[in-house]
């Protein structure tokens, strides 16, 4: 059991977004908890210590005037600060207590993706340009800190073929953009993705996010904002530069994200055509979606009057006016509306079940395979029964996903089997530990190299797995009861396993009304479609735009009052229940979004995710509105043609 604390804090701080660990984020707390579990903490401990570390104080504050203000929390309450102790460690009721209290106090909050609710106004004459936030070339981070960053792995071996803040600053000089997008952008060409990489290891400032979607946006921000010379001849030095990527390198910035941003830059070309007039409008600014930037376009209050989604700001200039245009970009329609984990639901509902609770799954998650391993045989690995045979058969599909899953076998380029190379280390280190002794984490560790809680379950999966194949019924018996093969008489998995875990976590999600609202309401902030079809904000998903006039074409309504939406559970060939936001009468039905409960490493892997993609009925539908409403035709990639079905 691993009690040094730094060394805890440290790892903490590494697997939250934002590298800064906070015990009341419930997401955050999910990741201090798997911690806990690798580095061997008992669970009734693990629990003690999540409690211990979110308990807080109720507080007052003095006021210049000598009285107290409305109580609020704290972790720990400091008389040096001016807090007055009201209540030492607060009861759970003591806390909502005060939180109810103060939303009484408190302004009506602004309601999920609804417009009319924020101040897009823009103060006149402010002079973005010649502002400190567009004119300086301080990334906060500075050549010799940036080189010395143990995240950061160069993409390129010989300096010479770096790309050079010198190439690109010349685009940077019109005060269009913030000029230290030049120095950005080039770190980001020269640099791998690594696990750690962030987009603070590039710019300080900023907030967190996926590193690649970041720079495609840094990289479309800056293009909307150049004239069409300086455009094309920016955006040809960044092509080439991908171009010349080493075989086998893991860039941040990828072709699929140069090409969104040519398609990006022309449908809001076309869409502010039809919007404004050919000629009647031009781009005076473009900001990324910092709050710095945000302001200095002449809108002084970011946290409020920010888009509910928007990744850009363009400040434009419409018959001597400035005005404020507000774009959400994915690359295309493959992009993820929102990537969290199941946590979320904890935030929108008081009433989670223990079978929906990722905390009491865990626990079974974990306790299984300990047992399997005490009573696991030792392993012999047949390549014969894993390549061919009985383990191509329909009836042993489940099986065989998870033998390619967790890297077991694969197809080839001729589309046979073969043992995957991938695989080949775990499976080695299984084959080394005979029975008896039983199997447990320590020796799975010795001879593997990590004993990690996620590693020894994958470890046990893997070892099942081979051994099912070979006629093994227990281990079979382990991996419905881990995984989930088989629906028993109820219609249901396994209980216990990932999938009824899943698909329980999907219907209670419709059934419970306050994480059915808690859920639509997150919907509404990743796909504000009432603020959309009101026009407040456009989406680009890569050469395709919703706006009010495609979304118009789309759904056959020009006003959210006629537009309804609902969620509808479906079931996939596998039997994973998944939800689908759908439009419904008076507006035509239109698949929108899909909402999966998914765990990537089925029965092993160290979260659940909670995620939201675009639907591709949605995408198609849309692809036909841009095509009537911006023709001639939308520019979109071969890739994306080919999964939408367009020839």
């Known amino acids: 059991m691993i009690t040094d604390l730094n060394k805890i804090v440290k790892e903490w701080s590494y697997r939250v977004d934002d590298g800064k660990p906070n015990p009341n984020n419930s997401t955050h707390l999910y990741h201090l908890s798997e911690i806990l579990i690798e580095y061997k903490w008992p669970f009734e401990v693990i629990d003690e210590f999540l409690q211990n570390i979110n308990e807080v104080d109720i507080v007052q504050k003095k006021q210049s005037d000598g009285s107290y203000g409305s109580s609020y929390t704290v972790k720990k309450h400091n008389p040096d600060r001016g807090q007055k102790l009201i209540k030492k460690d607060a009861s759970k009721d003591d806390i909502e207590k005060v ?39 301080d990334t906060g981070i500075d050549d010799e800190e940036f080189s010395n960053q143990q995240e950061i792995e160069p993409v390129f071996e010989n300096e010479s073929d770096e790309l050079r803040t010198e190439d690109i600053e010349k685009f940077f000089e019109s005060g269009r953009i913030p000029k230290k997008y030049a120095k950005v952008i080039t770190r980001l060409l020269n640099s791998e993705k690594g696990s750690k990489t962030k987009i603070t290891n590039f710019l300080k400032g900023v907030g967190a996010g996926e590193l690649q979607a970041q720079a ?52 809001t070309k076309k869409r502010l055509d039809k919007k404004y007039g050919k000629g009647n409008w031009k781009i005076k600014n473009t900001a990324w979606d910092v709050k710095e930037e945000f302001n200095a376009l002449g809108n002084d209050d970011y946290e409020n ?22 774009i959400s970009l994915k690359k295309d329609s493959v992009a993820k509306l929102f990537n969290g984990v199941v946590t979320e639901i904890k935030k929108w509902s008081s009433n989670v079940p223990p079978e929906v609770d990722v905390e ?52 080839n380029k001729k589309g046979e089997w073969e043992m995957n190379p991938s695989g080949r280390k775990i499976i080695q280190a299984l084959e080394q530990l005979e029975v008896p ?5 320590a020796r799975f560790k010795d001879e593997f190299g990590s004993g990690a809680q996620d590693r020894f379950k994958k470890g046990m999966v893997i070892h099942a797995a081979i051994s099912a ?25 396994p209980e216990g396993s990932i999938k ?45 735009s919703a706006d009010p006039a495609t979304l118009k074409r789309l759904f056959g309504v020009d006003n959210y009052e006629d537009f309804k ?81 367009i020839s």
């Open 360 to 411: 009491v799954y865990k626990k079974g998650e974990i306790e299984r395979p300990i047992e399997y391993g005490k009573k696991a045989k030792t392993l012999e690995v047949d390549e014969s029964k894993l390549l061919t045979g009985s383990i191509l058969e329909k009836e042993n599909k489940a099986l065989r996903s998870t033998l390619v899953a967790t890297g077991v076998i694969r197809k």
């Open 99 to 137: 939180k109810k209290d103060k939303e009484e106090d408190e302004p009506e909050k602004i309601k999920s993706g609804e417009p009319n609710q924020k101040d897009k106004s823009l103060k006149q004459n402010v002079e973005t340009s010649k502002s400190e936030t567009y004119s300086t070339t």
């Open 500 to 544: 009824r875990y899943q698909n329980d976590t999907v219907q209670f999600l419709v059934d419970d009304e306050e994480a059915k609202e808690g859920l639509l309401n997150a919907l509404a902030e990743k796909l504000p479609l009432k603020s959309m079809i009101e026009g407040e904000e456009a989406m680009a998903i890569g050469g395709l």
């Open 216 to 267: 495609g946006e840094v990289i479309t921000m800056a293009s909307v904002g150049m004239n069409d010379d300086e455009f094309e001849e920016f955006i040809s030095i960044l092509e080439k530069q991908v171009e010349k990527y080493p075989k086998g390198s893991k860039p941040i910035v990828t072709k699929d994200w140069l090409d969104s941003v040519r398609a990006v830059r022309t449908v």
């Open 565 to 645: 939406a609902g969620l509808t559970i479906k079931e996939d060939e596998d039997g994973n229940n998944y939800l689908v936001y759908e439009s419904k009468a008076p507006a035509k039905e239109v698949k929108i979004s899909e909402v999966r409960v998914r765990q990537k490493g089925l029965g092993y892997a160290s979260s659940v995710g909670l995620e939201f993609d675009i639907a591709k009925d949605f995408a198609q539908q849309l692809h036909t509105a841009n095509k009537e409403e911006y023709p001639p035709e939308p520019e979109i990639s071969d890739k994306e043609k080919r999964r939408l079905g």
């Open 305 to 326: 009057n920010k888009g509910f989604s928007s990744d850009m700001y363009a400040k434009i200039e419409v018959d001597g006016k400035d005005v404020l245009d507000e």
């Open 437 to 441: 002794p039983p199997i447990d984490s």
């Open 469 to 493: 194949a070979n006629g093994d019924k227990e281990a079979l018996d382990f991996l419905n009861k881990q995984i989930g093969y088989a629906k028993g008489e109820d219609g249901k998995f």
